[in-house]
């Protein structure tokens, strides 16, 4: 099993920046992918971002381009969303992800296999 556990959720103001980590420890996957998905009040879970194991390769769905980054550092086990920017439609829960394979941009949530129990993210205007 592998445990994710996200930090740094919490109220930030339109145009305010908030920093999201996913530490990942249990059992060690190889070479795995990180990604992040959100999920808004009544709204389905959507990927917001996604790294490969060396970090060389980076998805972003188009809402978030410009204004998110990805990163991770594997001597921590760590993945980081840096969301800068913010609107009120980057509210809902944040969630980390963890899924082995090859890797693709935007893997879909069904792709991965290990998640965190979710961080709240609530913009106001």
């Known amino acids: 099993q592998v445990q994710l556990v996200e930090s740094g959720g919490g109220l930030a103001q339109a145009g305010g920046s908030l920093r999201l980590s996913c530490a990942a420890s249990?059992?060690?996957?190889?070479?795995?992918?990180m990604g992040w998905f959100r999920q808004a009040p009544g709204k389905e879970r959507e990927s917001v971002a996604d790294?490969?194991?060396?970090?060389?390769?980076?998805y972003y769905t188009d809402s978030v381009k410009g204004r998110f980054t990805i990163s991770r550092d594997n001597a921590k086990n760590t993945v980081y969303l840096q969301m800068n920017s913010l609107k009120p439609e980057d509210t809902g829960v944040y969630y980390c992800?963890?899924?082995?394979?090859?890797?693709?941009?935007?893997?879909?949530?069904?792709?991965?296999?290990?998640w965190g129990q979710g961080t709240h993210v609530t913009v106001s205007s």
């Open positions: 790294i490969s194991w060396s970090g060389d390769l980076r």
């Open positions: 992800a963890v899924r082995r394979g090859v890797y693709f941009g935007g893997s879909s949530a069904e792709e991965y296999d290990y």
């Open positions: 249990g059992r060690t996957l190889p070479s795995y992918i």
